[in-house]
């Protein structure tokens, strides 16, 4: 069933497949099958006179095309569940955090993480000098808070919305890096309005406006 609900190419070959199967069974070359529609909605056969046996492989068909019409509406229904479940778990885990000032890094090496709030002037205060780490080529830093949204830049030319509140949060104690993160490119393949582009990558995360804030 999951692997049904992640692709709609899987979902419509389940469909089409039972459908197939529906007219291999049921189906006739040599007739027209009349149907009509109850008040109800449901589809039952126009009943032909003196002929019982028509009529009875029509009602079949007209039931078997309806438990296909159902399952592939309920399959569509656990897909939409299950995206609107993915929404509110992430809505409700942020309500179980504060919602505290924190810094979002972004690497060179492409891994993203959230950090305490004076990891900015630590990185701003850094020096040549300073001992290197892995992952602490920085791109992208800014302020923002643990229940806000911030900005995905990807080489595509896209921007994709993302929460602070599912990055991985790292120390800021110790050289500064993003070690401990997450690949940015996780967050980019599951978007509504736009499609993800083969080899996409993302080049920079920015700070969005918080709807919380006047102006």
Known sequence: LDRILASDKVLDDVVIDEMDEAVAKYGSPRRTVLLDKDADGALTPVVAHGDDEASSSALAAARAAATVSSAAA?????????????EDNVAATAL??????????????????????????????RSASDRRVRDDQIISIFRTTTRSSYGLVTSAGRLVLAHVVELP??????????????RAEEFIGMTESTDPVASERVVAAIAMPNANEDG
């Open 169 to 182: 949060a790292v120390p800021a104690d110790g050289p500064l890096s993003v070690e401990g993160g997450v």
């Open 96 to 125: 179980q955090i504060d919602d505290e000032p924190c810094v979002v890094m972004l690497s060179a090496t492409g891994l993203i993480a959230r950090a305490p709030e004076n990891a900015l002037e630590r990185w701003r205060n």
């Open 74 to 86: 309920d399959v569509a229904a656990a897909k939409k569940a299950a995206k609107k479940a993915g």
